[in-house]
């Protein structure tokens, strides 16, 4: 497969379809050496079965592994460690990865539990888990996704789960964009099989699938992501991680010279709506966010969607303070630990969706009395 390459099966046998577009994508002969370990990161963000758009699928990653081994690689970990607030142990349970790797005989690593090393990337110093520096060869499996504060999750960002917690949260602190580009220099990415079956355009937490049935094969994250954008109706400005891994030499951005390549033609077209990708973005207005983490942030905005399509915020002006950015500070109105000095608060790190929709809708209900 050629780096300017971007290969698409469609089809709803997910393990079959894998296996059909690694074997066009000739993956055995990329990694080469088949003593090579080789690394296998999905997207498991939380504890959510992947139909409810999220995590990535398990028949992805069966037929994945299946493939290696037909070809004679032996020596195969699934790494991940889940946002902030949730457990990946947890993850690998609900999303049924423990499965997976019993009957496979595949090491399964909880990133989370995994001590950090310092690398430069690019200039920038960040703190990788140490099993993401151990493999010869990374396929990263990422969900296509909308997301509540980058528009968009898929290649590059997926590898933020390859990062202690402490690592994550200081990544909200410098804004996100910056480190996620520059973490494309840390963590190489070999191989990119992107699940794009049934993921939620608006909110990287699930909850609202849109139904595609496709899978997508890539060798190059800034070309892959770049395209995301294009299907979401993004502009590649609006997704400033982006430019900033392409600046740094981990990949190019030109579709004009990209080979977008379909293997088989969708039955499914006629049905499928890549619209309404921009919810998260109007719900935001209603938050004021200063360096929140993703799960703290990912709660709030599907919270708010529940109270808009309830009515409950016509009318609605205050702003909802959130991030680290709060804290030690004072205000009205506050989401987590980090606003506890606030005169209206809902402690949690993070609070859960249901807890924040609570809280708002009796804040909501009694506001001006």
Known sequence: MQKNEILIINGKNYKEMTQVLLKEADLASMIGDRKKRIGIKPNLVSPSVASEGATTHPEVIEGLICYLKEHGFYDLVIMEGSWVGARTKEAFQVCGYDRLAKE?????????????????????????????????????????????????????????????????????????????????????????????????????????????????????????????????????????????????????????????????????????????????????????????????????IPALDMLEKEGLLKGFSEKICIGQGYKGKTGSLGIGNCTKEFTHTLKGCPPTEQEIYGFLKEYVLNAGR
């Open 104 to 300: 496979y005989g595949v090491e399964l690593i909880d990133a989370q539990k995994e001590p950090a090393v310092a690398v430069d990337c690019g200039g920038l110093t960040l703190h990788i888990c140490k099993c993401a520096l151990g493999v010869d060869f990374m396929v990263n499996v990422p969900v296509l996704k909308g997301h509540c504060q980058t528009r968009i999750t898929c290649a590059l960002k997926n590898m933020k789960g390859l990062l202690p917690n402490k690592e994550k949260r200081r990544f909200h602190t410098m804004g996100l964009h910056r480190p996620i580009g520059h973490l494309a220099r840390g963590i190489r990415q070999d191989f990119i099989l992107t699940d794009h079956i049934c993921g939620d355009l608006s909110f990287e937490d699930g909850g609202n699938p849109v139904t595609t049935d496709q899978i997508f094969a890539a060798a190059d994250p800034v070309l892959l992501d770049t395209y995301v954008c294009r299907l979401l109706d993004y502009k590649t400005e609006e997704v400033p991680y982006i430019g900033i891994a392409e600046k740094l030499g981990t990949g190019n951005a030109d579709l004009a010279r990209a080979c977008i390549r379909e293997l088989n033609p969708s039955l499914y077209k006629d049905n499928i709506s890549l619209k309404d990708t921009r919810r998260s973005i109007e719900l935001a207005e209603y938050a004021e966010d200063v360096e929140s983490c993703s799960a703290c942030y990912g709660y709030l």
